[in-house]
């Protein structure tokens, strides 16, 4: 496989609970071939009021956080992004640091990279590394649990998930089918105490994998979802992609490069089943085997998305993706109901470079967004 042709970025992780169904079903949104709103159809949880204040035009200030390139074997090409919410005491992390992937090795060389590096999120920061492994051949996930410290990593070319502790020791490793070429990772806080903790991690064959980490989940990688179109060698994107899952309405948001798609699978937190949704040609539409419990809606599809894939959930509910073709390195964000807020072109390259998005804040005045530019290996941060 030629990795140059290849975007990758976080797919997203949540602590999920249980299951439950009923009869499957079939439900179609529309479509259009310039963009087109759709909200979620009979099972969605979308209770969200849309924010219309956009927070990307606001962020009119782009700072540079430091470099990714690690300082021992020169791993560059950052993918993921990912911020430590509450670092565990004993490890290497500490809360509010910036968490990236090297999907490069130093000389460039695409899916060789197998470095994780944490930065201060301030200026002028150094890459400190977490952990350096061939198991993580190709890295472009590191995501890091809410409570305790533990990373989550991916590699493309090993085809691996690494669950890593604290102290940066790998404690067990996933492979083989059906995570035989995962695409990243993030972790959301659990939804209750005890909750067992399971990581969606997107494929190169369409496919939404669901797996257990701990606590009394199931203990086997469960592919829950099927069916998103993939690009090929002549295109390079890689089907779904760019994750972010909102807690408070419990849901999984998903892009897709291909379809130019962004969508939501409602009550995520009760994917359990093989191929609970299987999305239709198109990306549009989706069978659903449980519908009163959870579904796929289309939220948006059509410009200004051109191959969507980094995905960042803000504050306020509302999204940014980064696209990879057209503009270079265009932001664009919108409501969780699709309406378009704002677009946004950062860096200097004409060439794409953004494959990792994070945002933090507390409201609507205070929210910046982190980003990451292959092109300068650095993370940056859009801020007021």
């Known amino acids: 496989m030629e990795l140059r042709t290849y975007r990758t970025v976080i797919p997203a992780a949540v602590i999920l609970l249980t299951a439950s169904g009923c009869a499957e079903q079939a439900f179609p949104s529309s479509s259009s071939a310039v963009g087109t709103a759709v909200r979620t159809s009979s099972g969605a949880s979308h209770n969200r ?4 204040r956009s927070i990307l035009k606001g962020l009119t200030k782009d700072v540079v956080i430091g470099s990714t390139v690690d300082a021992n074997n020169g791993d560059q090409g950052p993918r993921s ?13 500490t809360t509010g640091q910036l968490v990236t992937c090297n999907f490069e090795d130093a000389s460039g060389k695409e899916g060789a990279g197998t470095t994780i590096e944490a930065l201060n999120p301030k200026p002028g920061s150094d890459p400190q590394r977490f952990i350096q492994s ?3 051949d190709g890295c472009n996930g590191a995501a890091v649990h809410p409570r305790h410290g533990t990373v989550y990593g991916t590699g493309l070319t090993s085809g691996k998930l690494l669950v890593i502790t604290a102290k940066g020791n790998v404690e067990k490793t996933y492979s083989g089918k059906p995570i035989d070429a995962p695409l990243g990772d993030i972790v959301a806080k659990p939804m209750q105490n005890f909750s067992p903790l399971y990581v969606f991690v997107g494929t190169t064959h369409g496919a939404l994998i669901s797996v257990s980490v701990g606590f009394y989940g199931n203990q086997l990688a469960t592919e829950v979802a099927k069916g ?13 992609t760019g994750l972010a899952y909102d807690q408070g309405i419990d849901t999984l948001y998903i892009a897709d490069g291909v379809t130019n798609t962004v969508v939501a699978f409602s009550s995520a937190s009760k994917l359990l089943v093989k191929d609970e949704i299987v999305v239709q040609p198109g990306g549009k539409t989706f069978k659903c085997k449980y519908p009163k419990t959870t579904c796929g809606s289309l939220v948006y599809s059509g410009s200004p998305l051109d191959a969507p894939m980094a995905m960042t ?4 509910g509302n999204l940014i993706v ?6 270079a390195n265009t932001l664009v964000e919108f409501t969780p109901d699709g309406q378009i807020l704002a677009t946004k072109v950062v860096g200097s390259s004409s060439q794409q470079g953004v494959f990792g998005l994070a945002s933090k804040g507390t409201n609507d005045n205070n929210t910046v967004v982190f980003y990451t530019d292959t092109n300068d290996n650095n993370i940056h941060e859009l801020k007021p």
């Open 49 to 52: 009021r849309s924010d219309m």
């Open 81 to 93: 992004l990912y911020i430590v919410q509450h670092a565990n005491p004993h490890g290497k992390l």
């Open 134 to 136: 061939s198991s993580l």
């Open 228 to 240: 998103f179109e993939v690009g090929n060698s002549s295109d390079g994107e890689m089907g779904p």
């Open 313 to 316: 959930l803000l504050p306020n």
């Open 322 to 327: 980064a696209n990879t073709q057209g503009s």
